[in-house]
């Protein structure tokens, strides 16, 4: 059932929590990821928010791109072409998976888990790309960015934080929007996943027991929220639209409760994420790199 | 600024910032409509300002430079408008993209099977087919052959090819003959083939085939080619048959030779023929002045002074004419001439545009390159204009006959026009009314329409379909868009009887109505013709046809014009531009103070 705020002049929003609702409102036609900033006060600074990702030149980055865009698609398809050839991307990336390996099965690591999620995306790109303490909390602040309330955000922006983190990140990412995009937020969700993992591991013999399937489903983390606009009211679904609300597409939230994994991902969606295929190899091979290292110990 | 508007910027002062707050607290309680003759007329002149600010948007330019042009001539109008502005050459001219009026995120069509829905031929049948004509009794016949012979200056997508076409799902009852596996077929816009810019996002683009300027166009072509085709190379002039009229299109049977002359008819004939004869008028008046120019100087100062003629009649006569409210009418011969009052000329200082008026003011593209844009395209689809049928009188005899539109269009154009002659035919539609631009009013003969090279036309489910293909909002949004509160239900759009009932059953959402069944709807202001709606587009790009255009504004001077073009375009209008044609038509115009206002029955 979707949750609607409607304050006149404050905020016009929808929450949406279920799968089938955030399905059809994901695919509806009067809901885009263009955000006017019109409906509140509210809407106009999550809009202002998400106006930022842009390359210096001031194009969009592709996850932020309407569903029409032509350029979204090709870009689409070009990094699904890519992302797809897993097993020797996998291979790129082997260090990085030995260590998150490492880190579920005991805990440590030489350094933060963040930095190396964010080597192994970064590597899935370019295969001498390094992360660091400095580009983790360039990544950090972005992702702070997003969910800070107006103090935060403000502060982010007037100390320059906020100008310094895309610059480090567009650095990395060698203008590459798409390795941006997923060395910055989208990675947000892997290091989630592989805390997960890590509860799950310290569970009594996890680790021996459960085998990287299940481990995957059990530990699999979505975007808690995506965000896009109403631009014309109507029904998608059962969910009701007023013109200009924003919507919040409760991804994980939605994900709990269908046991698809590509759920997280919306594979059967016009956004299907380009990772929808690496990302769950990727934290299987974890699992497995945990779970080996274990066995071999014993 | 930004490179997505080319770097133009719009820089308002602290006055217009004042009388915006001013006026956002004034329209709390009334609307400009309602306020007294200045006080909306300056209501007028805030919102153009505020629609300069937000509501202009480059596309891209999609060309790249032009062969129509020589350095030396920039005194004159090229042919396809390039070096208009002579730091943005490619600006309004012929080949590049339509602009916009809303942010390019707002202009993308519905993606899947909302594109089709509700499906464009039942609104057709529905809403839009007349069922008895509506006259707009305030207006003769010419006012609507003009406002088509002014669209074909400023825009055409070109022809639609075939292939590719969108399928609409025809109702079992549905008597269209033209089925194709029980669907009617309608060919998309031409697609633009140029690269993208990046920043377009999944906004639509479109070229202009015409060039965007308000420079006549339809009369000289918007190529150098078409240019040569038209002229008789002799004294500047155009080439008149030796009946004194426009000779046929070779490649367009039925069309006179001219500029531009898709979708020909009477009307047009009969205004381009009018305006051919001015512009050799106006060389033989020049030549009389200036005895040792040349062809080419004489036709282009001709050209000069005859477009900016054509653009005086449309500011200040067919304007004021189809939109008769007095504060509109203060604003448009404000624009054109500025304000009669001294003291407020003083004050504003001769650069204002208020205060003088457009014409010889500084250039301003305001907020970003100047085009026609896909916005304003839509809200001149005026087709309900037409009627089915009219009278066509004769002046010497005082018989009338009634004739059919369809059989006054092209092919038949050049022999109806034979038959009943360029006087008799002037007269008829100087005393027949166009049609009302309202709902159930959309002539039914372009509901069934033949034409050369195109399947069967419904023009009516065409014009819908065209705002949706090319990511025109509909009417919901467009109000929003364009600075009006969105209504929210079907009631607040229409007092038509039975229409807003008829529209929430073909609809069901009120957001979803399209552009053009809003348009026609929506209850009028006073006097007016057309919605307010459609208005707000127009406000602001009636003042940037002018404004933008450089031989309007700096170049629209002596040096430029010659004193005697800018004298000959203060003392003229529609009317004196017919008696000096056609003084025949002198008893049928006694006493009419507009051109466009119905004319004397002898």
Known sequence: MAFTINIPGIIRLVVVRTPDEVLAVNDASMVGRSLSGRGGLANRSVAAKLAVFRTPGGDIWPAFRDRLDPLRAAHQAALEATLSNVGPLLQRIAPEIAELGGYVRDGTAHRSTGVIVQQAVGRLFFADYAASEESYDAARTLQAWLSAGPLRTFWIRSWGALQVSLDRIMDLSRGDMACAHATAIAMDNIVRSIEAMRRLARQGDSLTKIGPQDALAQTLRAPARVVREARDGGCAGRVRLRARSLVLLAVESARQKRADPGFAFFASAWNRCPAHSVVPALLADVWRAAKADREGRA | MSRQNDGFDFHDGLPQQFLDVVYRAVNFFAKWDRLSTLVGAVNLAVFRDRLRAHNLHHAGYGIGTSDDWSAGNARWRSPDGSFNSLGHPRMGMAGSRFGRNFPLPECVPDSGDDLLDPSPRVISRELLARRTFIPATTLNLLAAAWIQFETHNWFSHGLPKRGDEFKIPLHPDDDWPDRVDGCMQIRRTLKDETPRETWLGAAPTFRNNNSHWWDAGQIYGSSHSRQAEIRSHTDGKITIGPDGMLPEDPKHP??????????????????????????????????????????????????????????????????????????????????????????????????????????????????????????????????????????????????????????????????????????????????????????????????????????????????????????????????????????????????????????????????????????????????????????????????????????????YRPEVYTQFGLDWIDNNGLKSVLLRHVPQLGPALEGVTNGFAPWNVL
């Open chain 2, 254 to 555: 039925g069309a006179d030779l001219t500029g531009f002359n898709d979708n020909w008819w009477v009307g047009l004939s009969l205004l381009h023929n009018l305006f051919a004869r001015e512009h050799n008028a106006l060389c033989d008046a020049l030549k009389a002045r200036y005895p040792a120019w040349c062809d080419e100087e004489l036709f282009q100062r001709a050209r000069l002074i005859n477009a900016a003629l054509i653009a005086k009649i449309h500011t200040i006569e067919w304007t004021p004419g189809i939109l008769a409210h007095p504060a509109l009418k203060f604003s448009m011969r404000a624009n054109w001439s500025g304000v009669p009052y001294r003291v407020m000329r003083f004050v504003l200082g001769k650069n204002s545009e208020a205060a003088y008026g457009i014409p010889g003011s500084p250039t301003d593209q305001h907020s970003a390159p100047y085009a026609m844009t896909e916005e304003f395209t839509s809200v001149y689809r005026l087709h309900p204009l037409i009627p089915d049928e009219m009278d066509v009188r004769r002046l010497d005899r005082g018989e009338q006959v009634r004739c059919e539109l369809v059989n006054m269009q092209g092919v038949s154009t050049r022999v109806f026009m034979e038959d009943h002659g360029f006087t008799n035919l002037l007269y008829s539609f100087g005393t027949n009314h166009p049609g009302a631009i309202r709902l159930h009013n959309f002539p039914n003969f372009l509901r069934r329409f033949e034409k050369v090279d195109q399947p069967l036309l419904d023009v009516a489910a065409i014009d819908i379909m065209r705002d949706r293909e090319r990511g025109v909002p509909r009417y919901n949004r467009f109000r929003e868009l364009v600075g009006k509160r969105r209504v929210g239900t079907f009631e607040e759009i229409t007092s038509i009887p039975g229409a807003a009932a008829k529209m929430r059953e073909i609809y069901k959402s009120v957001d979803r109505v399209d552009l053009l069944v809003g348009l026609l709807a929506e209850d009028l202001p006073e006097g007016f013709g057309f919605s307010d709606t459609a208005f707000r587009i127009f406000i602001l790009m009636a003042s940037r046809r002018l404004k933008s255009d450089r031989f309007f504004t700096d170049d």
